[in-house]
């Protein structure tokens, strides 16, 4: 038996579903619609409406492109048209009353992905009695351009804009506004890093989540690689005007043809975060040590083996490997200490793990060093019989979501994921959302680690050797 229940907002009524004692409400606006007069321009108020809208169906995707080769595999996507991509949904226990907030941001690294994957559901969070949320932001050239005349970080500052709105509009749906934890993993852990690094946002968050999130920024000129790159392909300038009169898709055809060829020594630049004195004003690397919020924050034990399917790895010859460390900055002893902690390590899996632990797990160690009181450290472990993925990049989330007979999940994990295992990372998950207490304690001078595997345990944290030696 379902019913249509309805809340008011600022901006007018809504009306969701609801289904086994949880209330779900669809594709509300947070923002206006980013095209027209609003592309390439900070988020925009929502207009007010008359009557009460619908909110049974999510909204439109961000423009992108779905994943390729051997990755698109493996990681689904969605597409929805339309021009209101910038909506938030929302799970909640029926009756809720200053319940406690959870706000998703998902991943794909600045350039895929959306709130409307199937995995992404927030019925088992609503279902232990927190208010799950979860946001859409601007993509790749819509979202992450350096324009010369042009807001930056624009999906950063959709992120913010969501944020604020769940901080306003969250009690209509029984959600305690003092009360909101940010989590988001890969690029969606890099947005809640960067909320944080701002004063604004970090206001409105209680406690924080990252799985698998970089926390670097980088300077304009860095960050502006791919933008410069892609306005020299389509002969443009890069300003606003020049890249409003180029559409979506065009866009995302001229960053495809960039994309082309690619490979994990030579790829085309990435969007990043851009340091703006007015969006970002400092890494989040460098704001995070020094906050006082509350922070789970983790990484999987071979991240990069989504990221580099077995027939690239085998490609990386020593000639190769030695190019990357100094393009890198990498001392020839981290090498050496690498080799050493991975023995019988492919050359190419010795390059994924410093990747790994360039962009990843030194910078959340740093993290964790710097406040080892304030902080919950794990590490996701099991390994995968799929593609020999192992404990690969993203494979945590169909355990964190308890969502392991979902398509994405089974893609990954194969069918027969330990259930035991979901059931303790999201008590876990739902521990720290409501008490702060996942489990575990926090890092501390024992540098505590919840390894998370088919039997699970607390330890010091693994691996440090050479992390220290890795720049950053």
């Known amino acids: 038996m379902t019913s249509s229940p309805q809340t008011t907002l600022s901006t007018g009524a809504v009306r969701g579903s609801e289904h086994e004692g949880v209330a779900r409400f669809l594709g509300i606006p947070f923002a206006a619609p980013p095209f027209g007069e609003n592309r390439f321009r900070a988020p925009q108020p929502v207009r007010a409406w008359k009557g009460v809208r619908e909110a049974t169906q999510f909204g439109p995707t961000a423009p992108q492109l779905p994943y390729a ?41 600045l350039e895929r992905g959306t709130a409307a994957l199937p995995l992404y559901d927030g019925t088992v969070f609503a279902k232990a009695g927190i208010v799950f949320v979860s946001i859409n932001y601007r993509l790749g050239s819509e979202g992450f351009s350096v324009l010369e005349d042009a807001p930056r970080n624009l999906g950063l500052r959709d992120a913010a804009a969501g944020l604020a709105w769940v901080q306003r509009e969250i009690s209509a749906f029984g959600g305690d506004p003092t009360q909101i934890t940010a989590m988001g993993e890969s690029a969606g852990g890099a947005i809640v890093a960067g909320l944080l690094a701002r004063e604004d946002s970090r206001a409105l968050i209680h406690r924080a989540i990252i799985e698998s999130g970089p926390l670097a920024a980088q300077p304009v000129k860095k960050a502006g690689r791919v933008t410069a790159q ?90 190769k490997l030695q190019a990357a460390r100094i393009l890198s900055r990498i001392p020839r002893r981290a090498v050496r200490e690498y080799r050493s902690a991975f023995p019988g390590a492919s050359t190419g899996e010795v390059f994924g793990q410093l990747v790994t632990d360039m962009l990843l797990r030194a910078p959340l160690s740093r993290l964790a060093a710097a406040r080892p009181d304030l902080t919950h450290v794990y590490e996701f472990a099991w390994p995968s019989p799929v593609r020999d993925l192992r404990a690969a990049h993203a494979l945590e989330l169909g355990f964190v979501f308890d969502r392991l ?10 069918p027969g994921a330990p259930q035991a295992l979901a059931d303790e990372m999201n008590a876990a998950w739902i521990g720290f959302v409501t008490n702060g207490d996942p489990g575990w304690p926090v890092y501390g001078s024992g540098r505590q680690t919840r390894i998370f595997d088919a039997t699970s345990a607390t330890l010091p944290q693994r691996r440090t050797t050479g992390m220290d030696l890795l720049p950053g």
């Open 69 to 109: 080769g051997a990755i698109g595999e493996l990681l689904g996507s969605v597409r929805i048209d339309g021009d209101d991509i910038l909506t938030a949904n929302v799970w909640a226990p029926i009756g809720a009353s200053s319940a406690p907030v959870l706000l998703w941001i998902h991943g794909g690294a």
């Open 230 to 319: 892609l306005a020299k392909r389509l002969g443009i300038r890069s300003d606003r005007a020049a890249f409003a009169e180029v559409s979506p898709e065009q866009l995302l055809d001229a960053r495809k043809a960039q994309s082309a060829g690619s490979s994990p020594l030579g790829g085309a630049p990435g969007f990043q975060f851009a340091i703006d004195p007015e969006s970002l004003p400092r890494s989040p690397h460098e704001v995070l040590g020094e906050i006082d919020t509350p922070i789970l924050i983790g990484s999987n034990t071979d991240e990069y083996r989504l990221w580099f399917p077995p027939e690239a790895l085998a490609g990386i010859s020593e000639l």
């Open 405 to 414: 007979t979902d398509d994405e999940t089974v893609r990954l994990a194969g």
